[in-house]
């Protein structure tokens, strides 16, 4: 207990880290996703296809390389360059956006046409009927499957340690380097990523409980 005792601030430290990376690019992601969304939607054909090329180029290649060529292929430009948690933050959030993108759009997809005649029977324009009446129907549906999705993006953080980032990957890499004991170490970082999927799961569960269900 001496070891854990002694790791744990540590690994609080860059539990931290990860979880400040995971929520900013969860919320860039979902944005992604919403535009890009929209661009499959869209009756305008070049803005289908970029969404098209984008979804299928995102979710057609592993993270890993999606990481490696945003931070190791994109700083070789002279142009352009990111630190590795700008490069960490960017890849989970495209990442995330692509898988989004098509969580939103079928939840769009699942809201009666007839709903849209009415709003324009009302007098709505597009945008207001996208903001007022499908997207608030449409967020209920689709919110255990974003859930989901945040989930293994969140898993997907620990892959961020290859590039140097202190999350709580990589902290257990240096307790274990520093200890020897990495039964105890890694077992404690499974606890602490556990712990707080766990409770992004009970979050899912009452908003799903309470948005959904109701």
Do not use: C
Request: no cysteine.
């Amino acid at each position: 207990m001496d070891i854990i005792t002694a790791a744990f601030p540590y690994l609080l430290k860059g539990l931290q880290v990860t979880l400040h990376i995971f929520v900013i690019a969860i919320i860039l992601g979902f944005m992604i996703g919403l535009i890009m969304a929209l661009f499959r939607l869209a009756p305008i054909k070049i803005l289908n296809w970029i969404a098209k090329i984008f979804v299928d180029a995102i979710r057609g290649t592993p993270f890993l390389v999606q990481l490696y060529f945003i931070y190791f292929g994109i700083n070789s430009l002279n142009w352009i360059s990111f630190n590795n948690t700008t490069a960490g933050i960017i890849t989970v959030g495209i990442n995330a956006g692509a898988y989004f993108a098509e969580i939103i759009r079928a939840g769009i997809q699942s809201i009666d046409k007839g709903q849209t005649e009415a709003a324009r029977s009302l007098g709505l324009t597009g945008v207001q009927n996208m903001r007022y009446i499908i997207l608030p129907q449409a967020f209920r549906r689709m919110l255990p499957t974003i859930t989901n999705q945040s989930i293994i993006s969140l898993k997907d953080t620990s892959l961020l340690s290859i590039i140097g980032i202190a999350d709580l990957t990589q902290q257990g890499q240096i307790q274990t380097a520093a200890t020897f004991e990495a039964f105890k170490i890694w077992l404690t970082v499974g606890v602490m990523y556990f712990v707080i999927i766990y409770l992004l799961s009970l979050l899912s569960n009452f908003l799903e409980r309470r948005f959904v269900l109701r």
